[in-house]
């Protein structure tokens, strides 16, 4: 009988693995972006000076935005602060496509991107935290 019940939990194991991988890889694209974005912020600001001049932003609230990111980013990879981390780039990503709404620009790539990043971020936390899997039971 402990036979049966063990060959039924090796593809139960083997789909949390997978789950598992799958979440730590949306992670990584996740925190990928965001320190690419927070990064260019900090030390190539004239590389997005025209989206900032399109969204109505100033060039020099790149020194704040860039640290922000970043900190978001950080946050979001350490297993212990990620719940926070997830939160607070939801809420940047959230920001980013309110600009673009309010500008007119409904469905343009940057905010299909935000709203694929935001996504990724939570579905990357759903699949590598089981506490948030605990609270939202999707997966069964």
């Known amino acids: 009988m ?4 063990n060959l039924h939990q090796v593809p139960q194991t083997m789909t949390l693995h997978r789950v598992l991988w799958a979440g730590r890889m ?6 990928i972006a965001l320190v690419a ?9 004239a590389q997005i000076a025209g989206m900032l ?3 109505g932003f100033a060039m020099d609230l790149t020194r704040v935005v860039g640290p922000i990111v970043l900190t978001c980013a950080i946050l979001y990879a350490i297993p212990a602060t990620a719940v926070l981390g997830a939160i607070l780039v939801t809420g940047f990503l959230g920001g980013a496509i309110c600009a673009h709404v ?3 620009e409904l469905g343009s ?4 991107i935000s709203l694929l990043l935001g996504a990724m ?16 039971p999707l997966i069964r």
């Not at 949306?26 to 925190?31: F, G, P, T």
């Not at 790539?109 to 299909?112: A, I, K, Y």
């Not at 936390?125 to 939202?136: C, K, V």
Request: proline share 9%; charged share 20%; hydrophobic share 45%.
């Open 37 to 45: 974005d927070g990064t260019i912020q900090l030390f190539a600001p």
């Open 121 to 136: 971020t939570w579905g990357g936390l759903y699949a590598r935290d089981p506490r948030i899997r605990a609270i939202l």
């Open 109 to 112: 790539p940057p905010e299909l």
């Open 53 to 55: 001049q399109e969204t």
């Open 26 to 31: 949306m992670s990584a694209i996740v925190v």
């Open 2 to 5: 402990s036979e049966i019940m």
């Open 102 to 104: 309010r500008i007119g």
